[in-house]
């Protein structure tokens, strides 16, 4: 003949019930609602630092802070020929620069010959492309990682930063950072 349960004994009987609806309740929260884990850069909103790179490519110049300062507002792309991403985005690239979108490239720890290459297989949209062989402005800007792009306004001030591809999706919202970035 069995005893009837105590009181304590009835309670952890529901226990593994209590944990796994526990389980299902954060499993289904962090499905319905992912957690950004992007790191976007603290410097959006602040004066592009000071640099003075040097040509990455033979056909385009260097590449200056003083570049962005004056006319419209533009991109800066920071990308690598070693980066296969960055090839994915070229297409939107040149979108862009044919919106009329004036593209400046920081070409990120690469080398002339690998680049050139890069430049003839997926276009060239750049106006300019600096060498940044040390991530100097890459981790001045607070960039994380290529390809990223970032609007930078008449002033030489970080607007908005894009992390990552640029889809053929992101065009349309590039374009409206730029006009925001006129104002």
Do not use: Y
Not at 39 to 55: C, D, H, I, M, T
Not at 62 to 74: I, N
């Amino acid at each position: 003949m069995s005893e009837a349960p105590t009181k304590g004994a009835r309670w952890a009987m529901w226990l593994p019930l209590g944990l796994f609806a526990g389980f299902a309740a954060l499993l289904v929260v962090g499905l319905m609602w992912p957690a950004d884990k992007t790191v976007k850069s603290r410097f959006v909103g602040q004066p592009l630092p000071e640099f003075n790179l040097a040509a990455a490519s033979d056909d385009r110049p260097g590449l200056s802070r003083a570049d962005f300062v004056g006319g419209k507002p533009r991109l800066l792309n920071v990308f690598a020929s070693w980066c296969v991403p960055c090839a994915a985005e070229a297409p939107q690239l040149e979108a862009l620069r044919q919106a009329g979108v004036e593209i400046h490239g920081v070409a990120l720890r690469d080398h002339k010959p690998e680049l050139a290459a890069f430049l003839a297989r997926n276009g060239n949209p750049f106006s300019r492309i600096g060498a940044d062989n040390l991530s100097v402005v890459q981790v001045g800007i607070g960039s994380a990682g290529v390809p990223e792009t970032f609007v930078i306004d008449s002033k030489g001030v970080i607007r908005h930063q894009h992390i990552g591809v640029i889809m053929a999706d992101d065009v349309p919202k590039l374009l409206a950072k730029l006009r925001e970035a006129e104002q």
